[in-house]
């Protein structure tokens, strides 16, 4: 296990962020930290392996790669699979589960695909132990995955179980949540994740980091526990607890490494939201992810809230649109029906009154708004100074960057009106 091939999948849009997160965690460079296609490829030792699984912010699982070969047809693919020692990875006495993802494969039916490759793992076991293990599509022990593209099959194990999104304290949600690694490569490209880490070395002052459209608090939580120095996978369990090669003497190293690690905020954080439910939801959760002292939450409009400190700062939002418009604020409560006309000129009015309300209280602060709606900046009648593509799921995003320059508000006010 001294020298493994890893592939950590993550959001498109997400592949640079987190080439530079593994780089930080593990000092990884060249040849050794790849970008690839929705994720990079890593060459580093078991403990490493453990490591990301445990502050990885960006990735959404750690995956071992074991196989890497060319098919044409489901046979192939059984082949590829029966030469696999997955004896040192798990026993008969595991469950497994075999999930495949294609891209331009040439094959009818992935899950004829995922069929033949878990037959022929059963098959392996039991021409060697006699016996094999069961298949649990639910709360598998193993999760294997296979890749296919219209001329290779890669297959992997599984190091994380459950997605890396789960941290483990988010109970109380509302509706369309961020997921967690989306909130938290918000925060890097905002720039504020480096800045909370230079202020933690005392290295520069941290601005203050504010959410006005907050939910049940993702990134609100994500980024205090950033500033706390807590790990993100603290709170949970792992697949690879399970796996062969796991030995629990380095693993309780790393996690005793992970809590030495955890300090004040080296930052301010704040949340706000319209809906007080939301904000007892995103109380409650900060007290789970260990940050409750260290974010401030607190209920009101966003098109009504002053700024949380006197000092300029970043703003992270992933305002709500469409349906969900009404939970921002005045300027999205409509009378009568849900009509797509009416939605929309609501959330024209919302954003708008926004902008002009950021213009006027929030002189020197940066705002950074996530939306699948590229047309945002001309609803907002601002003018982004950057974009950034994301993907939230299937759905193509932008972060928009907008600043907010002081005094811009009272000189077009004081305009002549024709």
Not at 356 to 383: C, E, F, I, N, Q
Request: charged letters at 25%; glycine letters at 8%; one cysteine or more.
């Amino acid at each position: 296990m001294s020298d493994l091939q890893l592939f950590l999948p993550c959001a498109a849009g997400v592949e640079d962020l987190l080439a530079d997160e593994v780089h930080r965690l593990t000092s990884l460079a060249g040849d050794d930290l790849l970008v690839g296609r929705a994720g990079v490829v890593v060459r580093a030792p078991w403990r490493e392996a453990l490591r990301l699984n445990l502050h990885s912010r960006l990735a959404q699982r750690v995956l071992v790669q074991l196989s890497h070969t060319p098919y044409r047809q489901e046979a192939d693919l059984y082949q590829a699979a029966s030469a696999v020692a997955w004896e040192a990875w798990f026993t008969p006495r595991h469950s497994f589960k075999v999930e495949v993802t294609a891209q331009h494969s040439p094959l009818k039916s992935l899950n004829f695909a995922a069929l033949r490759i878990k037959d022929a793992v059963a098959d392996r076991f039991r021409h060697r132990a006699g016996t094999r293990p069961d298949v649990d599509t639910q709360r598998p022990d193993v999760r294997l995955y296979a890749h296919l593209t219209g001329t290779h099959c890669t297959l992997y194990i599984d190091t994380s179980g459950e997605p890396l999104f789960k941290r483990g304290w988010r109970e109380d949600k509302g509706e369309a949540p961020l997921k967690e690694t989306l909130a938290a490569a918000m925060i890097e490209a905002s720039g504020w994740g480096s800045q909370a880490r230079e202020a933690a070395a005392g290295k520069a002052a941290a601005a203050p980091l504010y959410d006005p459209c907050c939910g049940s608090g993702t990134i609100a939580i994500e980024a205090a526990q950033l500033a706390c120095g807590i790990a993100p996978g603290s709170l949970r369990r792992f697949a690879f607890e399970k796996l062969l090669p796991h030995q629990a003497p380095a693993w309780a190293d790393l996690q005793r490494e992970a809590q030495a690690a955890v300090r004040p905020p080296a930052a301010a954080v704040f949340g706000s939201d319209v809906a007080f439910r939301m904000v007892d939801f995103a109380n409650r959760n900060a007290q789970r992810a260990g940050v409750g002292s260290a974010v401030q939450f607190r209920g009101g409009d966003a098109l009504q809230r002053l700024p949380p400190s006197g000092q300029p700062g970043v703003m992270l939002v992933n305002p709500p649109y469409g349906e969900r418009i009404e939970t921002a604020g005045v300027a999205g409560r409509t009378s009568g029906g849900r009509e797509r006309a009416q939605s929309d000129a609501a959330a024209g009015d919302f954003f708008a009154q926004l902008a002009t309300h950021w213009k006027r209280h929030y002189p020197g602060w940066t705002a950074w708004v996530l939306t699948p709606d590229l047309k945002l900046p001309s609803r907002m009648r601002l003018k982004e100074s950057r974009r950034v593509p994301m993907w939230n799921g299937p759905i193509e995003c932008r972060l928009f960057r907008f600043d907010m320059v002081a005094g811009s508000a009272r000189t077009q006010d004081a305009q002549p009106r024709p």
